[in-house]
């Protein structure tokens, strides 16, 4: 890769790099790209040399989370180490403890579909196939758990995945409304002690 090709990407995966807090905190209508670009110090051509506009740039942010959000199950749904159910949950406490260093700003999906869901419906299934993303990773798993007698063997896996993505955006917008991880914590030991293990 060139120096100048270096440089464009740098610049490019800055921009996404601040955007993701930035979208956190502020919501995608209350993102202005000025602040975006006194907070990298990138000259506003930069910007649209990288991104057709703000709704591209949200798109690939959205992106960059995604890939996040599959490092992480893959570090957890992937250790073998431990019993599925507690693969399951580790993913769970691990992004925990990212909403507790990020301010429990919550999760950036969830927040994203509920201010734009109502008004873009590119916005709309692009988060939930993101959401459904997520559930499948983790329904793989406890169909693991559900072969191995750890969970009811008439238990539908994917729905019980379903179930905890939904439960886990209501918790993470409490716990962002409460700026604490109470929720979050009562969510989990509600779910696993009742829906998975009842």
């Not at 610049?11 to 790209?33: C, F, S, V, W």
């Not at 403890?97 to 109502?118: F, P, T």
């Not at 008004?119 to 559900?146: D, M, P």
Request: contains cysteine.
């Amino acid at each position: 890769m060139s120096a100048t090709m270096e440089t464009m990407h740098s610049t490019k995966q800055r921009l996404l790099d601040a955007g993701l807090p930035m979208l956190l905190e502020h919501g995608y209508n209350d993102l202005g790209i000025q602040p975006l670009l006194a907070a990298t110090g990138i000259p506003k051509g930069s910007f649209y040399h990288h991104f057709k506009d703000k709704e591209d740039f949200a798109l690939l942010v959205v992106d960059q989370y995604m890939r996040k959000m599959h490092a992480g199950l893959d570090a957890c749904l992937g250790d073998s180490s431990r019993l599925p159910l507690e693969r399951v949950r580790c993913f769970f406490e691990t992004t925990q403890q990212h909403y507790r260093r990020e301010g429990y700003m919550g999760c950036l999906l969830g927040g994203l579909g509920q201010e734009l869901s109502g008004v873009s419906e590119l916005f709309r299934r692009k988060i939930e196939e993101c959401f459904s993303e997520i559930a499948e990773r983790i329904a793989v798993c406890l169909e693991e758990a559900r072969q191995r007698g750890d969970i009811a063997t008439d238990s539908n896996a994917q729905q019980l995945a379903s179930l905890l993505v939904d439960c886990w955006e209501g918790a993470a917008l409490r716990s962002r409304l409460r700026r604490d991880a109470a929720p979050l914590n009562a969510m989990l030991d509600f779910y696993f002690r009742s829906a998975v293990v009842g």
